[in-house]
C-alpha cells in the first residue's frame, strides 16, 4: 500500500508540474540582443504569454512595478498584434547607465479592463539600458510620451 501511495504522489507532483511557467527556464537568450530585440522580445513574449521571459526583458528596478501593477501588460492584455518595433536612437533617460537607448513600439491591444488606456492602437516610448559595457540590455521604462 505505501508503494501504491509513494508512486500515486510521485505522479501527481509530475502532472501538477506539467504546463506551467512558473520557474521555467528562459525559452530566450537575451544576452547577445540588441536594444531593438529586447523590445521585440518583451512584446512578442507578452503576445504569446511568455511572462518568464518578458519580466527577463525588464531591468531589476522595474520588474516588480510592471509585473505586479493592475494595469501593466502583464495583468491587462488580453490581446497584443500588429507589433512594430523602431531602430534604437541614441537619446538617454537617466544617464546612470553604461549606455541608455530609445526605442518606440506600435502595437494593437485588448485590454481585460480599460484602466489607464482604452483598446486599439498604441504608442509607447521604451528606454533600454546597459548597466556596464559587457550587460544585457534591459527595459528601464515604458511610457506614453519621451
Known amino acids: 500500500m505505501k508503494k501504491i501511495l ?10 501538477s508540474g506539467c504546463g506551467t511557467t512558473t520557474g521555467a527556464a528562459k525559452s530566450v537568450d537575451l544576452s547577445n540582443l540588441t536594444a531593438t530585440q529586447v523590445v521585440e522580445t518583451y512584446y512578442s513574449s507578452i503576445a504569446t504569454g511568455d511572462y518568464a521571459t518578458a519580466k527577463d526583458c525588464l531591468s531589476n ?25 523602431s531602430p534604437a536612437a541614441p537619446i538617454k533617460l537617466y544617464g546612470k547607465n553604461f549606455d541608455e537607448m530609445q526605442v518606440t513600439a506600435e502595437y494593437v491591444a485588448e485590454f481585460k479592463k480599460v484602466i489607464t488606456s482604452n483598446s ?10 546597459k548597466k556596464e ?8 521604462s515604458i511610457g ?3
Request: net charge positive.
Open 6 to 15: 509513494g508512486l500515486v504522489l510521485m505522479v501527481l507532483t509530475l502532472i
Open 133 to 140: 559595457k559587457d550587460s544585457p540590455w534591459k527595459i528601464i
Open 61 to 85: 528596478e522595474i520588474g516588480q512595478q510592471y509585473v505586479n501593477s493592475p494595469d501593466s501588460d502583464f495583468k491587462n492584455i488580453k490581446r497584443l498584434t500588429d507589433l512594430k518595433v
Open 120 to 129: 486599439g492602437k498604441q504608442f509607447r516610448f521604451i528606454y533600454v539600458g
Open 144 to 146: 506614453t510620451g519621451p
